[in-house]
């Protein structure tokens, strides 16, 4: 009975330990497992994130009007998944209601888009304008994070945005998606000229189309003359993709980086933006209308006669262009308020025209023509503060000329 007994104690503790045994084994397959299918995870995760791509595309210039001065865009490739796109800020479409006159006053909403990198290419190919790209030199979290920012962004409630071209644009957001997701910050070669303002920053890409730059010159007011920083400089993509070129990342633990690690171009640029196709510039015109009132001035001193009816067209003229002038004082472009050329092209003309007209006809000079006269002569000393659009200094001294002529003739005969 007693070895009975040795024999069943024996069996249960033999049989417990084969279940402990059990066990064990199990509990180390089990680990070893999931250490497999993690190490098989991390695998994975570093050869996608070594498979991810992200650049700068830079587009040259076109001549249309909007497109002047180049474009930006981000290409995301991830050769692992076989995804290949562009990432692009500078969707709008002129068939919104009110566009022209939403995008003067500041309000127009861009949007962020992304599409196919073939389709993107397939757009610019034809214009010969050329597309420069700029591969990062990123690491795998730093790629991880950009493009979980980019899904973020591309969210519908995201990604539409209150654009401004000087201070908000496609090349700003770009640049943005990637300098802040970057493990470090980002440190530029060289300097930069900061007596260059908005201003002359895009007279450089209008220089062969004269009309867009005198629209240009004639809303933009004080401010855009101010002087610039890198980061303001930045607006336009070919000053962005040069400083992309030298830049370094200098990282959290104080390491160094290229910012670029390759460049290329996906398409060779072949072609410039062209001319105006009108015949005069604005120079010319303006110095026409100069010529005219000078002249007419002139022939009605000798003739001892009144041309009332050129001052009518003048103030008429110079008051509707003045309109647009105050309406821009309501934009939401900060370089648009202060306009000195607001001197020159009045508003008040248009509540003068009436009273100033009657009393000239009757041989006198109301006081708002002596009025204007002054603020025409502040205009021309305003050019030391502000560049005016081509040919209006030379408007406004036929016009004071006139003016004063007149201010001379009454005065006399009275």
């Known amino acids: 009975m007693a070895r009975s007994v040795r024999n069943i104690s ?9 279940r402990h045994l059990t066990i064990a084994i199990l509990a180390i397959f089990m680990f070893l497992a999931h250490s497999n299918n993690a190490y098989a995870n991390d695998v994975n995760a570093t050869a996608e994130a070594d498979s991810i791509e992200i650049s700068l595309l830079t587009c040259g210039p076109r001549p249309n009007v909007y ?31 009110f566009f022209v006159l939403r995008f003067v006053f500041g309000l127009t909403d861009y949007e962020m888009g992304i599409e196919y990198f073939d389709d993107f290419v397939s757009h610019y190919a034809p214009t010969g304008c050329g597309i420069r790209q700029q591969k990062l030199n990123l690491t795998a979290h730093e790629k991880a994070v950009i493009a979980a920012a980019i899904d973020e962004n591309y969210r519908p409630e995201n990604r539409v945005y209150r654009y401004n071209y000087f201070y908000d644009n496609c090349t700003t957001r770009a640049r943005d998606m990637i300098v802040g997701h970057i493990d470090g910050m980002v440190e530029y070669e060289g300097q930069v000229d900061a007596s260059l303002s908005f201003r002359k920053l895009i007279h450089r890409y209008n220089t062969t189309h004269r009309w867009a730059r005198f629209g240009n010159d004639l809303l933009l007011g004080v401010k855009a003359d101010s002087e610039t920083n890198r980061s303001e400089q930045q607006f ?123 009393n000239l006809r009757n041989g006198r000079v109301h006081v708002w ?31 004071l000329i006139r003016n004063i002529s007149k201010i001379f003739i009454y005065k006399k005969t009275r």
């Open 10 to 18: 024996y069996f249960c503790i033999v049989k417990r330990f084969k």
């Open 67 to 97: 497109s002047l001065y180049g474009h930006t865009a981000i290409r995301y490739r991830n050769i692992t998944r076989g995804e290949d796109l562009a990432v692009n800020y500078g969707m709008f479409s002129f068939g919104k209601p």
């Open 236 to 358: 336009l993509p070919e000053n962005l993709c040069h400083d992309f070129s030298d830049a370094q990342i200098v990282s959290n633990d104080g390491t160094r980086r290229k910012l670029i690690d390759s460049e290329s171009w996906v398409i060779e640029r072949t072609r410039g933006v062209g001319a105006d196709s009108f015949p005069l510039s604005p120079m010319a015109c303006m110095a026409l209308i100069a010529l005219t009132v000078v002249v007419l001035t002139c022939v009605e001193r000798v003739l001892k006669s009144n041309f009332w009816v050129l001052d009518v067209v003048i103030m008429s003229l110079t008051g509707i262009c003045g309109l647009i002038l105050l309406a821009m004082v309501f934009s939401q472009h900060p370089t648009v308020k202060l306009n000195l050329q607001i001197l020159l092209l009045n508003p008040v003309n248009l509540i003068a025209l009436v009273p100033v007209v009657k």
């Open 369 to 399: 023509l002596k009025l204007w006269t002054v603020c025409i002569i502040l205009f021309v000393v305003g050019g030391l503060l502000q560049t005016y659009a081509e040919g209006m200094l030379v408007l406004a001294l036929s016009l």
